[in-house]
């Protein structure tokens, strides 16, 4: 039986055309295998749906949340070994998880060296105030202040995503904000993405597809802000989630998805807090703190004094 392959891809937080692919293979035992690609290091939410199919058992429709850069999607067994699986498929696929299991206990390490200290402030929604959009779901947003320039850490292991690393700020005016910031996004193990904006030019060290560790990868340093002379970064963490409670396997369109913020909790003088606007925090952490996310391997590593890799 001959097969046809119809694909149309659906698109969240970016703007290529060939971030992921699907492509199948008949075996001589009859199965067919359904492997997958995707060339950005962000993880993808992809849906599969066969419109025809025959002699297999398998759903009609699969959801798989995808991190490695390529693998198997699934593998079609014939009912009856002995005559082919016929189908028809066709998929789209959401940058990020969709929805994902956030690890509701998990402690944050401050963005910047262990002992420095740094004030903070919570970030309003600016899309309210100047363009009528209505603010996020959870919005939260903190920006870490400094008279100095600061190198900045991840707040918790994660791989990067995405980096801008083009502009640079007019220090002959005063500004209560701007949209041109150089930034970092990475991407954590539970599907939440932490959002890093106010890199000097030139002085970011990573790029997509690094993996990072709190303390240990520097990110880059912080640049001056206007002619006030002050340094700053501006700090969110956010996930991707259906609107409405609306199921993925519904998924039509990236209207449907919107962006979420959560509250991370931090580590600081031995405790977990949530901080608090117009107070200074000194970076801190305890080893169970920052070997979160840790493999076994990975912490021996560090205690022996040697690069993670």
Known sequence: MKNFLYFFILLFTSSFSQDFKIEHKRNEDKTVNLRY??????????ILEFSFITNTSTPSKIIQKLNKAEGKFITLKPSNPDENIGFNYSYKYFQQTIN????QDFIYILPYKKGTKMNVEELGYLGSKYSNKKKPKGWKAYSFKSDITQEIYPTRKGIVIEVVDKHEPDLTK???F???M????IEHSDGSVANYLGFDKSEIYVKPGDVVYPEINTLGKTAVFDNRGFHLINFSINYVSTINGLKISSLTSNKQLELVYITPNFFENGKTIVLKKGFPYISDYDEETLFQNFSKRQIKKYKKGKLID
Not at 37 to 46: C, D, G, L
């Open 100 to 103: 994902p299991n956030l690890d």
């Open 182 to 185: 150089n930034s970092v996004k």
């Open 37 to 46: 690609q995707k060339f950005t290091p962000n993880s993808v939410t992809a």
């Open 174 to 176: 005063t500004y209560s």
């Open 178 to 180: 701007y949209d041109n």
